[in-house]
């Protein structure tokens, strides 16, 4: 009876941070390597087939490279733009990894894993080509969302789930 006692207040109270680490670091490896398989196929479709792809009447692929952040802010910047990117996300990185140590939950490990594997698929990309390459373009009556990639995909699907969380998150003392 003890122990059971023990996992439901261990359940109540999240994850151990290690565990939290291990799944949240589980994830960022997965995110990481899938993105830059489908950067890889991209790239060598693309380039092999110049232009624009249409998919669907909504979705084309089309190879660009943003040497900036999201949305273009900074593209052209000077070179040493491209390092303080790096540095940026890698330093967002730690931080995320410290604060799942310090509050280590499922939700959280999900959230974390999905934006430090996307902020570490762009970071791959901007230490190896100086630019992220982005493919995935979706429109509707002539106006184009930003192009964008999986690694730009997990990230907004991780902050989501943070953003839930704290919404729908019970209070202290009681959450899952």
């Known amino acids: 009876m ?7 207040d261990d359940a109540a109270a999240g994850l151990a941070p290690r565990q ?3 799944r949240a670091g589980a ?6 390597v899938l993105d830059q398989i489908t950067k890889w196929l991209m790239v060598a479709e693309l380039t092999a087939r110049p232009g624009i792809i249409e998919v669907t009447g909504f979705f084309n692929l089309v190879l660009t490279h ?9 593209r052209g910047s000077d070179a040493w733009v491209r390092w303080a990117l790096v540095a940026l996300a890698l330093a967002i990185v730690g931080l995320l ?6 509050e ?20 791959i990309d901007r230490i190896r080509i100086g630019a992220v390459v982005d493919f995935l373009d979706f429109h509707a009556a002539g106006w184009h969302w930003p192009a964008f990639n999986l690694a730009d995909s997990a990230i907004t699907l991780g902050v989501a789930v943070l953003l839930l969380d704290s919404l729908f998150r019970a209070p202290s003392g009681s959450r899952p």
């Open 66 to 74: 943003n040497t900036g952040i999201s949305f273009g802010i900074f």
């Open 97 to 102: 990894m410290h604060w799942l140590w310090r």
């Open 20 to 22: 939290a680490l291990i």
């Open 104 to 123: 280590p939950r499922g939700r959280m490990a999900l959230a974390v894993g999905l934006i430090c594997g996307g902020a570490v698929g762009n970071v």
């Open 27 to 32: 994830l960022l490896v997965l995110v990481a």
């Open 2 to 8: 003890g122990a059971k006692a023990s996992n439901q």
